[in-house]
């Protein structure tokens, strides 16, 4: 299966498909012929998982550089030691990167890429679920000491090919993180979706034919937002339902200890119960909607663990937010989002009706 991406800098194709990593490169070997290097960012975890498969069907000789896996590869540090890499691999502007891995690599290898003499070509081979994400759209960043992905850039791959074998080994924490991803794109773009995915038994456990075209359906969803909002001026911010309380919670629990997903996930229920109040969502659908998150294991006995002081100071700093005021996307129904700004104190309020719902 392929799905374009037609953003206003760049056009590119997503490729996938169940054990089609020795094919998909058919329609860019001239391209890769072209370049002098090939030059494969991975972490440990990947590598140690899914590098014999990798290396048995990637068509193509290249050199690889294995970097610690989660959010360390996203640190200054991390990023200096991938350009020391290339500079020491004698690689050039003709010189092409491929980012084999979850976001966490995709965001690196990208941002290398963006920034190696000022910019040299990639593709990412995702190997999450969560990727199906991360990958498509164009956004890449590392960390900085006081704050996730706030040194970064958009640009965009030349391709992205997502071979569903590799998702076989990720844990079943990893499946259910990045299947939040997969429910948000459901929850801003079509209520029969999110329907069959909530009428799952188990969202963890989904057939593999099933899983693709879910994450089919996430990728349209994210391609047709990017293709009218490349840089987040407007529509864009769509995608980041969820994100706002749920980074804050992330922030919080110090990056790792809660998956990415997982927080999203826990944010989308608070975003939920905003929405009661500005759009049309009933109480009945948040209860059915955190039911059924609660039944698939999220784990949303973390936000008892941080009072709403400790969340605050994160949520201001949230990229959305500008004077100090804050911006939470919101359903206005399933499938209908929209920006909204809200106050702090009605922040409070909504945290402690959230709190005496887990209880
Ligand atoms: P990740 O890349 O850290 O992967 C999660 C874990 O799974 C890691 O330990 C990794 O080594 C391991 N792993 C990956 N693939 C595997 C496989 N096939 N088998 C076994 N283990 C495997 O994280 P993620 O959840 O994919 O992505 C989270 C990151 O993505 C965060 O840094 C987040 O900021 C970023 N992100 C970026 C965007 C974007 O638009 N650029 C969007 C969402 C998230
Ligand atoms: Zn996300």
């Known amino acids: 299966m392929r799905i374009p991406v037609n953003t206003a800098s760049h056009r590119y194709e997503?490729?996938?498909?169940s054990n089609i990593l020795h094919t998909a490169f058919d329609s860019f070997d001239a391209m890769l012929k072209k370049a002098d290097k090939l030059i494969v960012f991975t972490d440990e975890n990947v590598w140690n998982a899914q590098g014999d498969y990798f290396k048995k069907h990637f068509p193509y000789s290249f050199e690889v550089f294995i970097m610690p896996s989660g959010e360390a590869c996203k640190s200054f540090e991390n990023y200096q030691n991938a350009h020391t890499f290339l500079i020491e691999k004698d690689c050039t502007r003709k010189s092409f990167l491929f980012a084999f891995g979850g976001g966490a690599v995709g965001d690196l290898t990208g941002f290398a890429a963006a920034t190696f003499m000022r910019g040299i070509p990639f593709i990412q081979i995702p190997t999450t679920i969560l990727a199906h994400d991360s990958a498509v759209g164009g956004k890449t960043a590392i960390n900085h000491p006081l704050g996730k992905n706030l040194v970064g850039a958009f640009y965009q791959p030349e391709a992205v090919i997502y071979d569903t074998m590799f998702?076989?080994?990720l844990s079943k924490r990893e499946v259910r993180s990045?299947?939040?991803?997969?429910?948000k794109h459901a929850l801003i773009s079509?209520?029969?979706?999110?329907?069959?995915?909530m009428a799952s038994p188990s969202i963890t456990n989904i057939e593999s034919g099933q899983l693709a075209l879910h994450l089919k359906a996430g990728i349209e969803v994210k391609a047709n937002i990017v293709a009218q909002d490349e840089t987040e001026q407007s529509v864009r911010k769509y995608l980041n339902f969820g994100h706002t309380y749920g980074h804050a919670l992330e922030a919080a629990a110090g990056y790792g200890g809660l998956a990415h997903g997982e927080a999203v996930m826990i944010g989308m229920v608070y975003a939920l119960l905003l929405s009661e109040r500005y759009g049309q969502i009933s109480r009945e659908f948040t209860r059915a909607f955190l039911s059924f998150a609660y039944k698939n294991g999220y784990p949303f006995h973390e936000v008892l663990k941080y009072s709403f002081e400790t969340l605050q100071q994160f949520l201001l700093k949230d990229k959305k937010a500008e004077y100090g005021e804050l911006k939470f996307v919101l359903l206005n129904k399933i499938g209908e989002p929209f920006v909204q700004p809200i106050e702090l104190s009605e922040c409070r309020e909504v945290d402690i009706e959230y709190r005496s719902l887990l209880m």
């Open 190 to 197: 079509n209520e029969n979706w999110l329907m069959q995915l």
């Open 167 to 169: 998702l076989q080994s």
């Open 178 to 183: 990045g299947m939040a991803e997969v429910i």
């Open 14 to 17: 997503v490729i996938i498909g």
